[in-house]
């Protein structure tokens, strides 16, 4: 067994592949690089075996997103090639730098209770700033929106070292995920059902409740591009963050009787954002939401059934941040982590 599997996951990203692979390879510290294809049309894998061949190439039958393609992936690396103790999971899209993955490594390997770790994340385009994808570890508040330190909504913090301690998340970033292999497996990996975007929060949120820990670390620095296979103003990508939302909120909110008061105030306030699509001629991104909540009330028997199984499971209580961070942002103008209640 490998100590470290670096797993990328691709999607007709040759072009990302080209451009970030070889940085990838020159910082892997020895540790075996696998190349997850779902499918590509593109000649993604012809490509990494004629120009990588140290590169160990996955193919998969069919394209299952995020979740789905990963969990087929590191299914694949635990039975054909031994496995890891533990994996990461950089992006194609993402820049690695020199020692991205000591510090990490050591600060999991010190703490058996840490189930999930990142790096910073900076933005690739911005060099200074934070990125919008983990920036520097997330959080969740108590109506299930979520924030991270460095990255407010749409205010982006520059890396000025305020953020360069270790220290426990509520969620760590799948644009560059570190995961104890174990605790993946044990947990069933993540919500196929997601296909894209928030299944890492709803797999820690949920490692959380069997008592791990996700940590951000402060020491490792990566660079994101972002939306790599699915740009950021797509309707789709629209559609599953909205979706996927109510679909973990559901899930995972706890016990405390107010659920479906909640569940109703959220969709209220995603029918005010919408307004703001609207305002801007958006209406696709409008309709991509109204399905997004159709979507959420057809898949309710299963939702339902998934929530009962991981209360009986639970054996750690999770905090939520207990204020409105939309409140806090817009109407008190607290834009930045520091401004946040503690």
Known sequence: ???????????????????????????????????ADSASTDDS???????????????????????????????????????????????????VTPNWL???????????????????IRS????????????????VDWLGYVFCR??????FEPDQGQYDD?????????????????????????????????????????VQRLGYQVWACGESTVYHV???????????????????SLFMLYKNWPADGWLWGKILLRLVLDGISSLLFLKQGQWKDVWAIVRAHFAFYGHLPRLIGQRRALRRQQTADVALYPHSVVWQYFS?????????DK
């Open 150 to 155: 460095g990255r407010i909504f749409a205010t």
């Open 102 to 120: 000591t510090p990490v490594l050591a600060l999991m390997q010190a703490n058996p209770q840490i189930a999930a770790c990142q790096p910073k």
């Open 226 to 244: 972002g939306g790599g296979t699915l740009p950021k103003a797509n309707p789709h990508k629209t559609y599953l963050n909205y979706r996927n």
């Open 166 to 206: 270790n220290r426990p998340v509520f969620w760590a970033t799948g644009a560059c995920l570190f995961m104890r292999a174990d605790v993946f497996h044990q947990t069933g990996g993540f919500d196929a059902d997601f296909f894209a975007h928030m299944e890492e929060i709803d797999w820690c949120w949920r």
């Open 124 to 139: 690739y385009q911005d060099r200074h700033l934070f990125e919008h994808a983990g920036a520097a570890g997330g959080f």
């Open 1 to 35: 067994m490998d100590t470290l599997a670096i797993v990328i996951l691709n999607y007709n990203g040759r072009a990302f592949l080209a451009r970030f692979l070889p940085t990838v390879l020159a910082h892997s510290d020895g540790y075996p690089v696998y190349v």
């Open 332 to 340: 008190e103008g607290k834009k930045l982590f520091s401004e946040l």
């Open 45 to 95: 894998v012809a490509f990494v075996k004629a120009n990588f061949p140290q590169v160990r190439v996955i193919e998969l039958a069919r394209n299952e997103g995020y979740a789905g393609g990963y969990n087929q992936a590191l299914h694949q690396i635990r039975s054909q090639y031994g496995g890891a103790a533990y994996y990461v999971l950089p992006n194609s899209d993402i820049e």
